[in-house]
């Protein structure tokens, strides 16, 4: 992962800001008039802080709004760094999201608040709930929870959250989210990376990860906000391939210390649930099982490198299943998400390979999963969901003892 | 510093200071590697191929031998230009491009510099050999017109060369010359020399280069007298080249190679100041002793002689390198046994060692090559792996020199091993062709495709080693399993343990291991991640296969997945203010109060009872003080065994900064926080508050009594305690003594001492009593004067003291300390002597002409300690004389020793050894195996010992009983003005009161402290010896000598002393006398078996040498 090297224009900026108390940084393009606007609105009341900063993406042009006496922020903006054009949604946020944590790092701002772009959805009430315990010294991240319905997220619910929750310990619904708010400490390692030796990691900031490890205090905030993620056009594998190959690029990275974690604890909650929660449109689960059907005759012998025999009978079980019978194990699915990850760490194929022969298996998981809360209310496809995480938690063992014996001589 | 001063270092490519730690260092040579140009010799551009290879493998460190323009008369290690890459290997941009990649992929790189000597062709010596006597030129070298001088020094290459000098004819002198006579030695007594080497690693550093491997370090620089090696001024040239690295780098390594014992490597390391890593030597030799005999003794034995180094510094380890199998660091017999065992052909013997590769040397034994490689990543230090190693590669004795572990990396099955496409002809060297060990076998092509390899063995152990710094970081201890063949050790760092058990033997073996210190902790063998049973208290039963080792991870029980984020906070207590101790000691308080006591009472260190568990804790009663800011508490403290203690806890409450400033300085005394309307505070041990203590002062000097609810406190103050305080209107300063004792101590100024006593014990304290008793009833100077005390007095039952004013004697540190110094000097001393000490076969040397002699020739050596040793008895016998001075107190006055008295003391010491000598008996196996001997010997003569006891009965005049000191030793004597006093009269506080104001013959004091004068001699010879361990068999009759003339000089004062007093037997004093040390030896023997094993050696010493 490169260093943010930030323009002379940015650069000049930062040494005429000097330092702030709070950096509020803006993950994306955004119209300047719109964004001062909406910040005067947001803090109609004021602030505890009088010494704010907004960051955030486009050309040099600040020096008008760093001309406005009578405004109570400060504003810079940060160059949008140029973008593989098969890069996700994800890759620029995290590009984004890393440059505000840098800037906010560089002039020490005692608490960094990282937002999406999309700033119509910005209300005060969500700044308050992610900023203010971090504020308060009460935590050093928080995250959020967005109001997903049951079919919603299901990348972050069937993969990353419990993975995450399993190997750090820590249960965060969004280990991968749009906005959070980071104290000074955190967002000083978060900007630095990974220094270690040869490390090339992730580009997508997993800020819980570090705070997990150091065992900083975390909360989570319910946020009634969905952003809009364009992901029009682009493949599924796609999509997949940089969320799941970024956490098993973290996952190595960590190795030394997640396999030191076990079991998992829950953190303070900000906020209640938002009443959006609640509404989910049906889901046809027919065409992802031919998908996983498809897969499992054109990929079988990838998974064969990949996953252990008995995996691999399950499998072929549940290509005999009826349609409506298809259920994948939570236990079955957990143990998948593991081998892959192992197999992406031993370069067992090449990567991309590896990750596209993911994807029917992701789509067989999901089918299971909304064949089985089709009828549930959304709390019991939460429930359903944190069985799912336990299952991950109960089979870390697996993961642990695959990881440091890799021998492709098991059960 | 300014700005403008601020000196940046450079960094390497490690982010981590010490990853040198973490590091697995990979040693190869670039011309047995790869060869990219097919002309048959390895190269960078061909090495830059095999990173990827090398990243695979796992290891972390590339370590480069020589690669510089050399004639190669000795691979290398003849250099002829030190800035520069030889042509055979590519160019100056291959080696930077293979440095840039190396660190693209994480890998640092580590170079060999021979700073030693050049090759004979390096510019500096043909400049020289041509240059003026004196000139600066020619002492670049070591010269001398005669080849006498350095005589001392050893031959290195016994096979080749006959002498260290060497005739120049152009130069008509001689040069000096550690190893071949073509690679003179540098001079290092120029200056310029370490200039110019300074510029060279500058050189190398500046490009990006992260360690250097420093060649042959013990020889920089020749003093005649000397052999030449280790000197001090080679050391200062080190420490001078450290400090010019550190000064303009960060994250950068110097490894030193000295083939030494690790006492005297460790100077290498210095304080932290010379080489960042140094090879253990010794240690590899003895790995493969161990695995031959089948017995773990070669291993422990060198690992008990490796001393500690800095924290900053760690130790090389390695099976093979690219030199041979050094046998220097082993003795005659183990040398000839490693020939044996190891090189049946006479061709594979070099020098002094072993040329031969690892799996050779192991009969090609997969099993042997892993047991060893897995201690390789388990000891503590950074493992170093010799290229071809990780694939069993063979060697070719019939190659000359070290030639035959140094051929060509095995890469495939192709032409020339996949090392080079050129004619076969063309090679540097043959590739190993024999059906065994030849490419076609043994190949890493056919290893990457063999899920069972050698080579993913050794890249899983990489893997799985890199995820525990505890293996690079921790500590060691080895355990004494019963089994020798067993090689048992626990790794701990940083709150990981690591259990490592290895089978030395080709068959199974059990074992069986005391761990009952770590009961509760699961191990998980860290292979497969396989959780085993739980340590209990009893012993821990394992099985291991042939050559079999297991890596158990000690985890802590597992919890359940679901855990409470919050529990129910049971450790805040709510409280109206500072003063509110109804809050705290009664009520909900108090039970919530109990629960949290065990807790703090296992954190204190006066708490003597961490070796039981508590059931449960009750507020047997409390008072408060100092207007209600503090309060006495006393502690009932129920065992798990039944048995109860009581304890006296002064608490106090405090708030903001005063909390604060606890909080961040005395963490340990804090009982609880609390939440008061004045905000959060903490309960805390009273007496870290100033206030309190000098209230507690006041106490005594103004005789206060304290109510409390069920019983009253009152001070009492001594006839003589104003005159001891002084005119203080300036309050008196305290401050806590923090030497580890059974209760707290609080000086006051330079003028008195207070002792609060937290065991709270029903009945006369003889501390009070004795100390009160001589002050104001004897005439007896040299005791700490008596100041007052602290009575508390329940009702219906009998007083106990709570704390003790003494008057404070200055002095020069207590007997234990001053004692440990003299022997010190003593040793240093007696280490150089020309001459062995006299024989001394027991510290009971029979008076008469013969001892006196020895006393005259020992004080040359001994010197003022016999005066200091007389002075003592003599003040003993004053005491014991004082104590039995009585006339009308029935405590103190002197009762004759009985016949039933004698009976009954004879039933008691014998009922003491009957314990001591089964407790070691079932000890046995986890002694030491340096003294399971000793131990079976004492066994052996056990009948004899308590015989000795029966004497006891048949005694007829053994002098009478007094009140005496209880715990007499030399700890217990402030050294005062070429003087002593002696202090706490309170008694082994491990007895109850009654016991220790039972009156006792005054000779168990004497005992006691003979049996100190032998702690102190053995301590201060094990410290000596820990810096020095091949001095043990020559320094242990010193300390013999030490301790029987000293126990003379005191035996002999103290009868002097004594007269003609009836207190002491006339006839039967020295077989009482042994009668009371033994018994003394073998409760240190009970002693140190439970608490301290690594002391047993002592009284097991003490013991056998006790005259038959």
């Keep these: 992962m490169a260093k943010i090297e930030f323009p002379e224009s940015t650069r000049k900026r930062l040494e005429q800001i000097g330092s702030a108390d709070l950096l509020i940084g803006i993950t994306g393009a955004v119209s300047a008039d719109e964004l001062r606007a909406k910040m005067g609105a947001v803090f109609v009341n004021g602030s505890s802080f009088s010494n ?155 800020p819980a990860t570090i705070p997990a490890i150091e065992s900083a205090p975390i909360s989570q905030a319910y946020l009634d906000v969905q952003h809009p993620v364009h992901t029009d056009g682009l493949e599924l594998s796609t999509v997949l391939a940089q969320l799941a190959g970024s956490v098993f690029l973290e996952m190595e990275t960590h190795a030394a210390h997640w396999q030191r974690v076990r079991g998992s604890q829950p953190t303070p909650l900000w906020g209640t649930p938002a009443k959006s929660f609640m509404h989910s449109e049906p889901v046809d689960a027919r065409p992802m099982i031919d998908s996983f059907l498809l897969g499992s005759r054109n990929l079988d012998e990838v998974w064969r490198f990949v996953l252990p025999p008995e995996t691999l009978l399950e499998l072929k079980r549940l290509t005999r299943l009826a349609p409506e019978q298809f259920r994948m194990p939570d236990t079955l699915w957990a143990r998948i998400v593991y081998d892959f990850a192992l197999a992406h760490r031993l370069r067992t194929i090449s990567r991309t390979h590896l990750l596209g022969a993911f994807t029917p298996l992701y789509l067989g998981w999901v089918a299971s999963y909304v064949q089985e809360v089709a009828a549930a209310s959304p709390t019991a496809a939460e429930q359903r969901l944190e069985q799912l995480a336990r299952a991950y938690e109960e089979n870390k063992p697996y993961l642990v003892s695959r990881w440091r014996w890799p021998d492709r001589f098991n059960p | ?274 080489c960042h890593m140094a090879f253990h030597f010794p240690l590899m030799p003895r790995i493969y002793m161990a695995l031959r005999q089948e017995d773990r003794l070669p291993i422990t034995d060198i690992m008990a002689q490796t001393p500690d180094i800095p924290d900053n510094c760690q130790w090389g380890l390695f099976l093979r390198n690219h030199d041979e199998l050094t046998l220097e660091m082993v003795t005659d017999d183990e040398r000839d046994y490693m020939y044996l065992a190891y090189s049946a052909d006479p061709r594979m013997r070099i020098n002094i060692g072993i040329r031969r590769r690892l799996a050779p040397l192991l009969d090609n034994n997969r099993r042997r090559i892993e047991l060893l490689n897995s201690l390789l990543f388990s000891f503590p230090g950074t493992p170093i792996l010799y290229y071809g190693d990780e694939i069993g590669m063979g060697d070719n004795i019939y190659l000359g020199d070290r030639n035959g572990v140094r051929t060509p990396m095995q890469w495939s099955q192709d032409r020339n091993a996949g090392f080079s496409r050129s004619n076969p002809a063309r090679l540097y060297s043959p590739v190993i062709m024999d059906p065994v060990w030849g490419y076609e076998a043994i190949n890493v092509e056919g290893q990457q495709s063999d899920p069972s390899s050698l080579l993913n063995w050794m890249r899983n152990m990489i893997a799985l080693r890199k995820l525990f710094q505890v293996f690079g970081r921790g500590t060691l201890k080895f355990l004494n399993p019963a089994n020798r063949k067993v090689l048992a050790y626990i790794r701990h760092y940083d709150g990981e343990q690591v259990l490592c058990v290895a089978n030395l033997s080709r068959f199974a073996q059990p074992v069986q291991l005391d761990l009952s210190s770590l009961e509760g902790m699961v191990p998980v063998e860290m292979l497969g991640y396989v959780e085993f049973p739980a340590i209990t208290k009893q012993e821990y039963p394992l099985t291991l296969g042939p050559y079999g080792f297991l890596w158990l991870e000690l985890q802590p029980p597992r919890e359940p997945v679901d ?116 905000g959060t505070g903490i309960l805390h041990d009273g007496l870290l508050r100033d206030d309190t203590t000098l209230e507690i002062l006041r106490i005594i000097e103004d005789g206060v009594e304290i109510r409390t609810h069920e019983g009253v406190i009152q001070g009492q103050p001594s006839s003589g305690q104003a005159t001891m305080t002084g005119n203080h209107k300036q309050p008196l300063t305290p401050r806590r003594s923090h ?208 015989e000795r006891f029966r004497k006891l009965a048949d005694m007829e005049a053994a002098g009478k009983k007094i009140r005496v000191h209880g715990d007499y030793h030399l700890g217990q004597v402030l050294r005062v003005k070429g003087d002593f006093v002696i202090l706490d009269f309170e008694g082994e506080p491990a007895r109850s009161l009654q016991q220790r104001r039972t009156k006792q013959s005054p000779l168990k004091d004497v005992a006691g402290m003979l049996r100190s004068f032998s702690y102190a001699a053995f301590a201060a010879l094990n410290k000596h010896i820990a810096r020095r361990p091949q001095e043990r068999q020559q320094m242990e009759p010193w300390a013999r000598l030490w301790e029987a003339t000293v126990t003379s000089a005191f035996k002999q004062a103290y009868r002097k002393t004594m007269g003609n007093s009836q207190i002491v037997p006339a006839q039967a004093f020295d077989s009482m006398l042994e009668i009371y040390i033994l018994d003394k030896a073998l409760y240190e023997l009970m002693y140190e078996l439970n608490n301290r094993p690594g002391w047993i050696r002592i009284p097991l010493t003490g013991i056998l040498s006790l005259p038959l």
């Design chain 2, 1 to 274: 510093m300014p700005e403008s001063q601020v000196i940046v270092r450079k960094p390497g490519s490690a982010f981590d200071p010490l990853w040198f730690k973490d590091a697995i260092i990979y040693e190869l040579h670039v011309k047995a590697f790869a060869d990219s140009n097919n002309d048959g010799m390895g190269d960078f551009p061909g090495l830059m191929g095999k990173l990827d290879y090398l990243q695979e493998l796992g290891v972390t460190c590339l370590w480069l031998l020589p690669f510089f323009p050399s004639p190669l008369r000795d691979d290398g290690y003849d250099i002829a230009d030190y800035m520069n890459v030889h042509p055979n290997y590519g160019t100056l941009e291959d080696f930077k491009a293979f440095l840039n990649a190396a660190h693209d992929r994480g890998l640092q790189v580590m170079i060999e510099l021979v700073i030693n000597h050049t090759s004979d062709q390096h510019p500096w010596f043909q400049r020289a050999r041509l240059a003026a006597p004196g000139s600066p030129e020619r002492d670049f070298y070591v010269w001398s017109d005669t080849d006498e001088k350095y005589k001392d020094a050893r031959i290195i290459f016994t096979d080749t060369e006959k002498s260290n000098w060497t005739w120049d004819a152009d130069a008509k002198a001689y040069y000096w010359h550690r190893f071949f006579s073509h690679q003179p030695d540098l001079n290092y007594d120029n200056p310029l020399v370490l200039e110019e080497i300074l510029k060279v690693m500058r050189y190398w550093l500046d490009m990006g280069v992260d360690g250097l491997r420093i060649d042959a370090i013990p020889y920089l620089v020749e003093r005649d007298g000397t052999n030449c090696e280790n000197l001090p001024e080679t050391h200062a040239v080190i420490k001078a080249m450290r400090a010019a690295i550190d000064e303009s780098y960060a994250n950068r390594m110097v490894l030193a190679e000295a083939n030494q014992w690790p006492t005297d490597v460790r100077p290498y390391f210095g304080d932290g100041d010379e």
């Design chain 1, 52 to 206: 704010i900063v907004v960051a955030f993406a486009g050309a040099d042009g600040v020096e008008d709004f760093a001309g406005d006496t009578d405004s109570p922020f400060r504003y810079i903006t940060y160059p949008l760094l140029s973008q593989d054009p098969d890069s996700v949604p994800w890759g620029e946020m995290g590009i984004s999201q890393r440059s505000v944590l840098a800037l906010a790092s560089s002039i020490g701002a005692q608490v960094c608040l990282v937002l999406h772009a999309d700033i119509a959805a910005l209300q005060a009430q969500s700044i308050a709930l992610l900023a203010q315990p971090v504020i308060e010294n009460k935590c050093e991240l928080v995250t959020p929870i967005y109001p997903f319905g049951k079919y919603e997220g299901l990348i972050n619910s069937g993969i990353l959250s419990p993975l995450v929750r399993a190997l750090y310990g820590k249960r965060i619904r969004q280990p991968l989210p749009f906005d959070f708010s980071v104290s000074t400490r955190i967002c000083s390692r978060l900007s630095q990376g990974d220094q270690r030796n040869g490390y090339t990691g992730p580009s997508l900031v997993w």
């Design chain 2, 563 to 678: 855990v409470q984020l919050e529990s129910e906070d049971n450790h805040t207590l709510q409280v109206a203010g500072a003063s509110d101790w109804q809050s705290v000691l009664s009520g909900e308080g108090v039970e919530k109060l109990e629960t949290i006591l065990p807790d703090f009472l296992q954190r204190q260190r006066w708490f003597g009872g961490k070796s039981h568990k508590i059931q449960s804790t009750r507020i047997a009663d409390w008072g408060s003080f100092e207007n209600d800011r503090s309060a006495f508490a006393y502690v009932d403290v129920k065992y798990e065994s039944g048995e109860t203690e009581t304890y006296l806890l002064p608490l106090s409450l405090s708030f903001h900064d005063e909390a604060a400033a606890l909080l961040a300085s005395a963490q340990n005394a804090i009982v609880c926080n609390v939440f008061s309307p004045e």
């Design chain 2, 739 to 946: 030497a580890e004792q059974s209760n707290s101590s609080i000086f006051f100024g330079d003028r008195l001492i207070l002792k609060v006593f937290r065991r709270q014990q029903s009945g006369e304290n003889p501390d009070v009593e004795i100390g009160r008793f001589l002050t104001e009833k004897t005439n007896f100077k040299q005791v700490a004067p008596f100041g007052g005390f602290i009575a508390y007095q329940p009702k219906g039952e009998e007083a106990s003291a709570l704390a003790l004013l003494q008057g404070l004697v200055g002095n020069e540190g207590d007997g234990w300390q001053w004692t440990l110094e003299e022997l010190d000097r003593y040793y240093e001393n007696c280490s150089s002597a020309q001459l062995p000490p006299p024989e001394v076969r027991s510290p009971l040397l029979a008076e008469g002409p013969e001892t006196a002699t020895l006393l005259e020739k020992a004080s040359e050596h001994v010197g003022l300690y016999l005066e200091a040793a007389s002075m003592l008895g003599k003040r003993t016998a004053e005491m014991h004389r004082a104590l039995a001075s009585a006339k009308d107190d029935a405590a103190f006055l002197p009762e004759r020793m009985t016949t039933e008295d004698l009976v009954a003391l004879c039933n008691d010491l014998t009922e003491h050894a009957n314990v001591a000598f089964d407790t070691l008996k079932s000890n046995l196996s986890h002694l030491p195996d340096d003294q399971v001997e000793m131990a079976g010997l004492i066994l052996g003569r056990r009948r004899i010992l308590i």
